[in-house]
């Protein structure tokens, strides 16, 4: 028996099929974070610390001085709750703040630039996707692979 002609699926529909069933609470939209702190915290706090992770709710800031770093401990609850009104859910439990080199560019969606340049060549060219989370997802799963595929170029083999 022949099966009736069916229209082809749209990679983003089937991509967003595949991101609900790994992720069904939508954990992975903490990570739009990245495209709102410069908003959020302000000019003066995105130039001297910025997002570096998450990991389990808990969300690790680089952070340029350690007075800086202390000045953010007295604001991290209310840095945290708009955060998470932002993300429409209490995603981020608490803050980390840590010492590093910031680079306040790193926040606007141009960090695939800087990725790019560390990796010498340029991240493959994604299928346009109607949805901009979708999009943006994708992309810093390239950009962590290109990330990864850099550092373990330039680790010393051991010697066996």
């Given at each position: 028996?022949?099966?009736?002609?069916?229209?082809?699926?749209?990679?983003?529909?089937?991509?967003?099929?595949?991101?609900?069933?790994?992720?069904?609470?939508?954990?992975?939209?903490?990570?739009?974070?990245?495209?709102?702190?410069?908003?959020?915290?302000?000019?003066?706090?995105?130039?001297?610390?910025?997002p570096a992770r998450v990991r389990n709710g808990i969300l690790f800031v680089t952070v340029a001085t350690h007075s800086w770093m202390q000045?953010?401990?007295?604001?991290?609850?209310?840095?945290?709750?708009?955060?998470?009104?932002?993300?429409?859910?209490?995603?981020?439990?608490?803050?980390?703040?840590?010492?590093?080199?910031?680079?306040?560019?790193?926040?606007?969606?141009?960090?695939?630039?800087?990725?790019?340049?560390?990796?010498?060549?340029?991240?493959?060219?994604?299928?346009?996707?109607?949805?901009?989370?979708?999009?943006?997802?994708?992309?810093?799963?390239?950009?962590?692979?290109?990330?990864?595929?850099?550092?373990?170029?330039?680790?010393?083999?051991?010697?066996?």
């Amino acid at each position: 028996m022949k099966r009736p002609p069916q229209r082809p699926s749209s990679v983003a529909d089937v991509l967003g099929d595949v991101l609900q069933r790994v992720d069904p609470e939508q954990q992975m939209r903490v990570y739009r974070i990245w495209s709102f702190w410069n908003d959020e915290v302000g000019d003066a706090i995105a130039r001297r610390a910025q997002p570096a992770r998450v990991r389990n709710g808990i969300l690790f800031v680089t952070v340029a001085t350690h007075s800086w770093m202390q000045e953010l401990q007295f604001m991290k609850d209310t840095i945290r709750d708009r955060i998470n009104a932002r993300l429409g859910a209490a995603l981020i439990r608490d803050i980390f703040f840590v010492s590093g080199n910031v680079d306040a560019g790193t926040a606007e969606p141009g960090a695939s630039r800087e990725v790019a340049a560390r990796v010498r060549r340029p991240l493959p060219a994604l299928p346009p996707l109607d949805d901009p989370a979708l999009a943006a997802a994708f992309t810093r799963v390239l950009e962590a692979r290109a990330k990864r595929a850099a550092d373990s170029r330039r680790r010393p083999r051991k010697a066996r």
